[in-house]
């Protein structure tokens, strides 16, 4: 089965750039989601289709992904960023998501 | 506002049944492809299944681990969604998001979840 493997953690300083790395064979041929989740809170899709930005979410929030990465990366991270991060991909017509990236902004 | 409104979770002994309804307003439901996504305490997402539009025959696809087990429908008419869960094991315990498709295939709307324990 298809599978994506993320970092359990990434820290960053607040102000500097966080880059999150989602992993899998030829996950550039695929299409990459992210989604934040807060605790307590549902998840919330940050980035589709590799690059595009749901309308509320910051521009800092963006997407790239090829060959066999896919990259979530937020520039100039604030507090509020402090979350789990999933990226997500469709194989054949199943889901898949990463195992989360926790962000630590400090 | 979109809205998903989860319910029907509690606790189950395992080998016993639940059916998990979400209510959902704000937008056309019929249109959307609809899925069922869990999260397990303290663990990641985990994909559970989805149930295509009418367009598409409401035809449904289930992971691995839950297929034979699951069955998820849909009632245009109440803009509701459902998960009957059958023959529950332990390792199902989780919260239940409902979750909309977007045209282009992302989660884009999520409920608040609701939370299934299977415990003796």
């Known amino acids: 089965s298809y599978e994506l493997t993320q970092p359990p953690s990434v820290s960053v300083s607040p102000g500097q750039t966080a880059s999150i790395n989602c992993s899998g064979d030829?996950?550039?041929?695929?299409?990459a989601c992210w989604y934040q989740q807060k605790p307590g809170q549902s998840p919330v899709l940050v980035i589709y289709q590799d690059r595009k930005r749901p309308s509320g979410i910051p521009e800092r929030f963006s997407g790239s992904n090829s060959g066999n990465t896919a990259t979530l990366t937020i520039g100039g991270t604030q507090a509020m960023d402090e979350a789990d991060y999933y990226c997500q991909a469709w194989d054949y017509s199943t889901v898949v998501f990463g195992g989360g990236t926790k962000l630590t902004v400090l | 506002e979109v809205q998903l409104v989860e319910s029907g979770g509690g606790l189950v002994q395992p080998g016993g049944s639940l059916r998990l309804s979400c209510a959902v307003s704000g937008f056309t439901f019929s249109d959307h492809y609809m899925d069922w996504v869990r999260q397990a305490p303290g663990k990641g997402l985990e994909w559970v299944g989805r149930t295509r539009n009418k367009a598409n025959s409401y035809t449904t696809e289930y992971a691995a681990s839950v297929k034979g087990r699951f069955i998820i429908s849909r009632d245009d008419s109440k803009n509701s969604l459902y998960l009957q869960m059958n023959s529950l094991k332990t390792e199902d315990t989780a919260v239940y998001y409902c979750v909309r498709e977007g045209v282009e295939d992302q989660f884009d709307y999520w409920g608040q979840g609701t939370l299934v324990t299977v415990s003796s």
């Open positions: 030829k996950l550039g041929d695929k299409y």
